[in-house]
Nanobody, 127 residues
Framework: QVQLVESGGGLVQAGGSLRLSCAAS????????MAWFRQAPGKEREFVAA????????YYGDSVKGRFTISRDISKATVYLHMDSLKPEDTAVYYC????????????????????WGQGTQVTVSS
């Protein structure tokens, strides 16, 4: 059974930084594209960032480009989301997800491509 466990959320002032972590267990971590999504109250889940199974490619949603950085440490089976210049509109529950298929980046921005999700971690940015 694959499990993803997020950590690192919290309350931060606008302009601040946070780093989220997602620890994976249960399958070959290095063969799956990983992603972060977020969902604010009353809104649909939104793609934030993805990282290719090899770590060689990264992809970002327009609203976070230039401010967020996704990375992965294969030896620790962990994916990170480093968030800088946070804004109140970044407030949401952030979810880590693993792609359904190995060695795939097809439609990396679609939540339908991801079959395993973490429980989510709350990020709140105050103005």
């Amino acid at each position: 059974q694959v499990q993803l466990v997020e950590s690192g959320g919290g309350l931060v002032q606008a302009g601040g930084s946070l780093r989220l972590s997602c620890a994976a267990s249960g399958r070959t971590f290095s063969t799956y594209t990983m992603a972060w999504f977020r969902q604010a109250p009353g809104k649909e889940r939104e793609f934030v960032a993805a990282i290719k199974y090899s770590g060689a490619g990264t992809y970002y949603g327009d609203s976070v480009k230039g401010r967020f950085t996704i990375s992965r440490d294969i030896s620790k089976a962990t994916v990170y989301l480093h968030m800088d210049s946070l804004k109140p509109e970044d407030t949401a529950v952030y979810y880590c997800a693993a792609n359904k298929a190995p060695y795939s980046t097809t439609n990396y921005y679609s939540e339908l491509r991801y079959g395993t999700w973490g429980q989510g971690t709350q990020v709140t940015v105050s103005s």
